[in-house]
């Protein structure tokens, strides 16, 4: 893992408010991202760590603070450079996939990857998913794991920097899971993509290089593991 940073959150917040209460989502938190790294985001629900996420990919923007792409600062970008941002460098992979359900495995891949200029073939990207059989079938016709596996598809075709990862075992078997978990850290050794991957489950930090905790809306703990596993090898 390379030790240059992707991403910088320097006492970034978020805070909601609700009719006359105030909510702090995100309380002055300050995160390095470095480049080629997988990243596990754990805490329970509403401790902010899917805000953490929606930040880092220009989907929302602090209250306070800074996020750094590199030297840019992102919290003082407009929309047009927020939307190329979230186009060309990154790919999202959602819990409940989010898939096109007029559009074929592949014409969901082709959406994306039809947004920025250097894509990867759908074709090829989706028979590294092993979809190479389904590729015309549609959403309906595909079960949960390969749907997740087209999510996935979709998000790599991009070729993206920054891949980032909201629950994405949350709605799989344990078996489909540990699948689904095994493609994203392919595409961590492969293309050197920086993997965010946000979840409840703790068993799911031992394939990472970092691990971050999170508790009502603050990280608590940031743990380096120096003995990654294999996500075949993961238990939960």
Same mark, same amino acid.
């Given at each position: 893992?390379?030790?240059?940073?992707?991403?910088? @959150?320097?006492?970034?917040?978020?805070?909601?408010?609700?009719?006359?209460?105030?909510?702090?989502?995100?309380?002055?938190?300050?995160?390095?991202? #470095? +480049?080629?790294?997988?990243? $596990?985001?754990?805490?329970?629900?509403?401790?902010?760590?899917?805000?953490? @996420?929606?930040?880092?990919?220009?989907?929302?923007? /602090?209250?306070?603070?800074? $996020?750094? @792409?590199?030297?840019?600062?992102?919290?003082?970008?407009?929309?047009?450079?927020?939307?190329?941002?979230?186009?060309?460098?990154?790919?999202?992979?959602?819990?409940? #996939?989010?898939?096109? /359900?007029?559009?074929?495995?592949?014409?969901?891949?082709?959406?994306?990857?039809?947004?920025?200029?250097?894509?990867?073939?759908?074709?090829?990207?989706?028979?590294?998913?092993?979809?190479?059989?389904?590729?015309?079938?549609? /959403?309906?016709?595909?079960?949960?794991?390969?749907?997740?596996?087209?999510?996935?598809?979709?998000?790599?075709?991009? *070729?993206?920097?920054?891949?980032?990862?909201?629950?994405?075992?949350?709605?799989?078997?344990?078996?489909?899971?540990?699948?689904?978990?095994?493609?994203?850290?392919?595409?961590?050794?492969?293309?050197?993509?920086?993997?965010?991957?946000?979840?409840? *489950?703790?068993?799911?930090?031992?394939?990472?290089?970092?691990?971050?905790?999170?508790? +009502?809306?603050?990280?608590?703990?940031?743990?380096?593991?120096?003995? /990654?596993?294999?996500?075949?090898?993961?238990?939960?």
């Amino acid at each position: 893992m390379a030790e240059n940073i992707l991403m910088k @959150l320097d006492g970034a917040t978020r805070t909601y408010t609700m009719g006359d209460v105030k909510v702090e989502a995100l309380r002055e938190t300050s995160l390095d991202i #470095y +480049s080629g790294e997988i990243l $596990v985001i754990l805490g329970p629900s509403g401790s902010g760590k899917s805000t953490l @996420l929606n930040i880092m990919g220009g989907m929302d923007l /602090p209250s306070g603070g800074h $996020v750094f @792409l590199e030297r840019e600062d992102l919290s003082a970008a407009g929309e047009e450079r927020l939307t190329r941002y979230r186009r060309n460098e990154v790919g999202f992979v959602f819990q409940f #996939y989010n898939l096109m /359900p007029d559009l074929t495995a592949r014409e969901n891949v082709e959406l994306a990857s039809g947004l920025v200029e250097n894509p990867l073939p759908a074709a090829g990207v989706l028979k590294e998913m092993g979809l190479e059989d389904r590729m015309d079938h549609f /959403p309906s016709q595909l079960s949960g794991g390969e749907q997740q596996r087209v999510s996935i598809a979709r998000a790599a075709a991009k *070729n993206p920097r920054l891949l980032l990862c909201d629950e994405p075992t949350g709605a799989l078997d344990y078996q489909t899971g540990k699948l689904i978990l095994g493609l994203l850290a392919r595409i961590n050794r492969d293309r050197g993509s920086t993997v965010v991957i946000v979840t409840h *489950n703790t068993g799911i930090g031992s394939m990472a290089h970092r691990i971050v905790r999170m508790r +009502s809306g603050s990280i608590v703990e940031i743990i380096q593991n120096k003995t /990654p596993v294999s996500p075949e090898r993961i238990d939960w």
